[in-house]
């Protein structure tokens, strides 16, 4: 290795150990709410235009799918802004932390949705209290670069992924509430703590 590829080595080293010691400020409380009002709105249609979720699959994974884009397009648009203001030479470092911490948990909520439609149809009633569990994880996996409290957003989705597989057990339904209202209640918890937290001082150091 030449001298200039070590030296290059040692500064994305260095860029990389100050970017995981920095408090990620790239999540904002109004986005995190307008993806409460995603899922919310999604709630809302499938409740009115899908009279039976059970019997069509298909038409329930594909709306939380085009909510779950929305969102995460609109996650994506302002963490990418944010952190650029916030963060200016340590962004791109910043971000793809930020993304590598949440992304196992996203990859296996969408296998899992495959997997369960396409060998197991008759288990989708689960799928809800799973995406909630794997969401939490994701939370949990972030709370080391984020404020302390987002660890109570992680605890409520884990909470209600239990107590979603439980409700869906007696009934084995698939129920745009039991997706919906979770998720827009976790949502809006997350934007109540990332307006609430004190920025650095509420962080991990």
Known sequence: MSDLDKALADIIAIRSQLAAGTAFRGYGPATMAATAAVALTTTLLQHILLADPTGQP?????????????????????????????????????????????????????????LLWKFAPETLWMLPG?????????????VRSLPRTVALAGAWYFLAGFAVLLLASTNHVLSPWTMGLPFAIGQGLMAAILYFASGEADAEE
């Not at 609109?74 to 590598?100: F, P, T």
């Not at 799973?130 to 972030?142: E, I």
Request: glycine residues 8%.
């Open 58 to 114: 298909l038409a329930f994974l594909l709306g939380w799918a085009a909510a779950a884009v929305i969102s995460l397009s609109m996650i994506g648009i302002e963490m990418r802004a944010r952190s650029r203001r916030h963060h200016s030479g340590l962004a791109d470092v910043m971000i793809h932390q930020a993304v590598e911490q949440f992304l196992p948990a996203g990859i296996a909520g969408v296998l899992l949705a495959v």
């Open 130 to 142: 799973l995406w909630q569990l794997l969401t939490s994880l994701g939370v949990f996996a972030s």
